[in-house]
């Protein structure tokens, strides 16, 4: 078996769902194989971490919004070196995108303050106050 195949059986694996046949030559592969192994145990430990996770009763339901993040950034993981640099990228894009509307709003806000010290205001009539205030 080939290291691909093995690490597309390894969740199977961990959930005892492989056939006998299957089970036996991807445990065989993991012995041999040390990238694998390591493969295999980070899933390990991976899914322990979330049935750890899942055990207690969720208050809040973060659990359901922060899955499809974890499984996504794990999916992105085992992307291949290329792919991956460019989603980084794409995001990193509109990271900074985001950051230069925030600079930007900051900047028109910071300008209005100082702009309106040079804005006469009409005058209004005073409520409530005396005239000469
Ligand atoms: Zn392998």
Do not use: K, N
């Amino acid at each position: 078996m080939r290291c691909e195949e093995v690490q597309e059986r390894l969740s199977a694996l961990i959930d005892e769902q492989l056939s006998q046949t299957e089970r036996e030559q991807v445990l065989q592969h993991l012995y041999a194989c040390e990238a694998c192994s390591r493969e295999y145990q980070e899933l390990r430990r991976f899914v322990e971490f979330c049935r750890q996770l899942e055990a207690p009763e969720p208050r809040i339901d973060l659990w359901r919004e922060f899955q499809p993040m974890l499984a996504e950034i794990i999916a992105e993981q085992r992307l291949p070196f290329a792919q991956r640099l460019r989603r980084q990228w794409s995001r990193l894009v509109s990271q900074v995108c985001y950051g230069i509307i925030l600079f930007l709003q900051v900047v028109t806000y910071q300008l209005t303050i100082t702009l309106s010290r040079y804005i006469v205001e009409p005058e209004r009539p005073a409520y409530g106050r005396s005239a000469q205030g």
